[in-house]
């Protein structure tokens, strides 16, 4: 039989940390955690307005975006993080509330819709190879 650890002394909340508490109406009721993940919700019943992106000019875009490693002025030197600065992504993409932040819901948008549209170069360049080539361009891909 197993010891059981005694309870934690403080309880947290379920759900993530709040960058905005004073945004908690919003962000509480639909936001959760998932081992150790972040969720966010998303769904016809909740969103408002959505319209299609052309995923090669946010591809462009996203080309463009300058990507350095920094740190948080409060961490120490050694802990690095690596990507965009906020006010960088909010002038590229006009996505998200501010520009001091970036809403991870924007980031993976932003992600995804330029993996769709890099994949869908490859392939159509991996058809005009195969045109191009007497063996459809197999020999090359394996």
Known sequence: MRARLPAPKQQHPPGPLLLHPERR????????????????ASGDEIEAAAEGVNGYEVLEKLA??????????????????LGPMAQDFKATFQLGDDDRTINMVDANGVVMVALQALYRRVVALEERLSALEPDGGTSRLT
């Open 25 to 40: 109406e919003h962000q509480g009721a639909h936001r959760g955690r998932a081992l150790g993940g972040q969720l966010s």
């Open 64 to 81: 463009a975006l300058p990507i350095s490693t920094w740190n948080y002025k409060w961490d120490p030197p050694t802990t690095r993080h």
